[in-house]
């Protein structure tokens, strides 16, 4: 991943004309957005524009009505089965609430992806997944643990070394920080950014969150009336006239989260 | 002396789809400055499997001073970055010099990143001698079943001392719920109730006819089907199938929405789920399964008469006039008297086990398998206690 670093104007992803709907409510219609390598793009809107729909019809869990979604170059609906789970492999997905499987153990979660579709040793499999657990942040002993013992941020930290585990070009992140205490969310931030820094990640991250805008994307999309309404990087939204995105970065919340950039 | 040792390997299936297939080679070789370890190719997660085996084998075998040869990387990832590390670290623990040499800079950072993620890790915890497990199993089975008995005498305790209070109180009964379950329990088993009973009855009175017909006593058939529904297997039926369909829905039930947090929140608001949930729940049981056992009853003398009709020749009024000479109506009160009590004890179980979710939805499924198990085994053993009381009572 790391010589391609040099080009940073490659799109991994690049969407043209998406328009999904559920029965008559249309929630995107005509939305391009690119996400470029290396790149760690916060893509925030009002409840109910749809985040969290883009990111599952990205990876393919969402039907969608018309348009295109290319992803390293590939549209994953037009693709065999195969090449489907093999593009899936380049990517790694961390769910809103972690989303572990409650049967296993975080160790057994993170070898999980490895096992079903590698053939490694057991013991570089765990020592693999030990070493995952600890990027993630979580201490050693967290590896035994049940999803249920544990609290609603290591959750997400397992649910990240489980994203992490193939080594993927791309992580979609679903609202990491969402329910985390300012502290955790901040450390959350650093580890994201830190990844993505030393691992030449590209993030495609789903967040409400200010702090995180400012803290660690590069590219900010905002979504709304049904696509894109602008991206770009912080400086085009304080900029950017319309009321909502004004709104948005330029409110009480707004200016308190640059505060503290400051 | 050299000896050289090539290693590759290609797994073109998981080959990424852009670019040549996965390979991690490595390449041993002796020089007068010491070892030199020769890294090539991709080294990504999906090509590691021989090379790690070897790597680990070399580890413990090198006895020189090593450098490790990373200029023929042309991609590296974490887990290809912590067989690299693992290698220098196994060299350097055994007091051998062991070094990174033309690594290009965003490897040594990935290989820094990954040393920070080196822990020990846990020890394998050894398989105990499989009688020995067995034995604890066993063990650990008892004790549970003795502790969970215990437990669930206490939730009866508590369920008596509610309804106790319920009683004095009537006014705090929750009656929309409690129309709620007996239309759920009660009355939407009465299709599957009476169908299956009606059947029962006519299987019943067509093998006691074979049987009968090699005396000559074919006309006993109606006291045969006439009592053994009556008295045992109409009512044990119809508790076999509630347990099965409501026992287990209080348990999915009420175990979801303790995952939910949703008890939690009741407590939280001073409302006590012993009243909100379990005691409708029980209480509507102990209303419809008499009546559900009564519709089995009519529904399995109803099978025997058609049976007896169809297959021996005994009219239906003959059924009724044998019928109310030669089975007394203590058999028919010696049936239903039970349904309360086996009620009592699926409404029970149904909601202790709910009670005891906690975890994930796999203790739903787990514990509602066992709520149903456990109450049709309770249901059969208190049905057997019956029999003899009723034997040593005369009824």
Known sequence: ?262 | MCPVNNLSRAKPENGRSAGPPDQTQVKRSQGEGGTALEFSGEWTISGLASTDKDLRRWGDEITSRTNLNLAGITRLDTAGAWVIFRTRKMLRDRGLEAEYAHAREEHLALLARVEDGDQPLPPETARPNILMELLAEIGGFMAGAAQEFRALLGFLGLTMSVMGRVLAHPSRLRLTPLVHHLETAGLNAVPIVSLISFLIGMVLAYQGAEQLRQFGAEIFTVELVAISVLREIGILLTAILVAGRSGSAFTAQIGSMKLNEEIDAMRALALDPMEMLVLPRILALIIALPMLGFIADIMGLLGGAVMCWAALDISPGLYMQRLEEWVPVGHFWAGVIKAPFFALIIGLIGCFEGMQVQGGAESVGRLTTKSVVESIFMVIVLDAIFSIYFVVIGL
């Not at chain 1, 993630?136 to 959750?155: F, N």
């Open chain 1, 1 to 262: 991943m790391s010589e391609d670093q040099g080009n940073s104007r490659e799109a991994v992803i690049s969407i043209r004309g998406l328009r999904t709907a559920f029965g008559d409510q249309v929630i995107h219609d005509g939305l391009d957005l690119d996400v470029f390598r290396g790149e760690v793009l916060g893509v925030v809107g009002g409840s109910g524009t749809g985040k969290s729909v883009l990111l599952r019809t990205i990876i393919g869990l969402n039907p969608r009505r018309q348009g295109s979604i290319e992803v390293f170059g590939q549209d994953h609906a037009h693709l065999e089965e195969a090449e489907q789970r093999r593009l899936e492999r380049r990517w790694g997905v961390l769910f809103q609430n972690g989303a572990l499987f409650s049967s296993l153990t975080v160790t057994q979660n993170v070898e999980a992806p490895m096992r079903e579709h590698l053939a490694l040793p057991e013991k570089l499999m765990r020592e693999i997944a030990a070493m995952k657990i600890a990027l993630a942040g979580l201490p050693p002993d967290a590896g035994a643990k049940y999803p249920s013992e544990l609290s609603g941020g290591m959750r997400k930290r397992a649910g990240l070394a489980r994203a992490l585990a193939l080594d993927p070009e791309i992580v979609f992140l679903d609202e990491p920080t969402a329910g985390l205490d300012p502290i955790g969310a901040a450390a959350f931030d650093a580890l994201i950014r830190e990844l993505s820094h030393s691992l030449g990640l590209t993030v495609f991250l789903v967040t409400h969150d200010l702090d995180s805008l400012h803290a660690i994307c590069t590219r900010i999309a905002v979504l709304g009336e049904k696509h894109v309404i602008v991206a770009g990087d912080m400086q085009t939204m304080l900029t950017f006239g319309h009321p909502w995105v004004r709104e948005y970065f330029l409110g009480p919340r707004g200016r308190a989260a640059m505060l503290d950039k400051d």
